[in-house]
T-cell receptor
Framework: DTAVSQTPKYLVTQMGNDKSIKCEQN?????MYWYKQDSKKFLKIMFS???????INETVPNRFSPKSPDKAHLNLHINSLELGDSAVYFC????????????FGNGTRLTVT | AQTVTQSQPEMSVQEAETVTLSCTYD???????LFWYKQPPSRQMILVIR??????QNATENRFSVNFQKAAKSFSLKISDSQLGDAAMYFC?????????????FGKGTHLIIQP
């Protein structure tokens, strides 16, 4: 009965490859996010989607492409991976509403070699 | 743009003692929300406590309480009777009000060490 689930938990790949991270939430939330946590633990928003519509697209290389097939899923595809993409990527969700907190997945540790 | 500052990269406290983690933020908004999240070594992000800016009363959740000073833009977290399981990174976060799709702006975190 995991609320926000991400797969895979760990991803090790070589530079230049293309990879995807999947996220699903069963909380009935309508807004989903991708965050990147760097090696110094700093968390920065990448994207947000509301009802499958892109709302926030921070300054992220266009090698990163989110896709939301429905409001329960938000996947992240990364093309031509670079060493600097190594980080932990968190998916999160919330219900639209005043003051509602974000619920986070357990993160995907991406290592690019 | 909103910024969140956590000035203590690391704090250490004896088990059963009380510790306060600092957080200040900068915003021109009057309606917003503040949060503290805990990230243990398991990497999971766990909501600890939430404060609405329009509420003067400080939020409390069991051993966790905040000291919210709106005029000073300060939002510190007090942990009473510290336990070994409290050891984690603690992140202060801000979100603008309005219920929209805005994400959270996080501080850089404070690493809390509990000494047995």
């Amino acid at each position: 009965d995991t609320a926000v689930s991400q797969t895979p938990k760990y991803l090790v790949t070589q530079m230049g490859n293309d990879k995807s991270i999947k996220c699903e939430q069963n909380l009935g939330h309508d807004t989903m996010y991708w965050y990147k946590q760097d090696s110094k633990k700093f968390l920065k928003i990448m994207f947000s989607y509301n009802n499958k519509e892109l709302i926030i697209n921070e300054t992220v290389p266009n090698r990163f492409s989110p896709k939301s097939p429905d409001k329960a899923h938000l996947n992240l595809h990364i093309n031509s991976l670079e060493l600097g993409d190594s980080a932990v990527y968190f998916c999160a969700s919330k219900i639209t509403g005043v003051g509602s907190p974000l619920h986070f997945g357990n993160g995907t540790r991406l290592t690019v070699t | 743009a909103q910024t969140v500052t956590q000035s203590q990269p690391e704090m250490s406290v004896q088990e059963a003692e009380t510790v306060t983690l600092s957080c200040t933020y900068d915003t021109s908004e009057s309606d917003y929300y503040l949060f503290w999240y805990k990230q243990p070594p398991s990497r999971q992000m766990i909501l600890v406590i939430r404060q609405e800016a329009y509420k003067q009363q400080n939020a409390t959740e069991n051993r966790f309480s905040v000291n919210f000073q709106k005029a000073a833009k300060s939002f510190s977290l007090k942990i009473s009777d510290s336990q070994l399981g409290d050891a984690a990174m603690y992140f202060c976060a801000y979100r603008r009000g309005g219920g929209g799709a805005d994400g959270l702006t996080f501080g850089k975190g404070t690493h809390l060490i509990i000494q047995p």
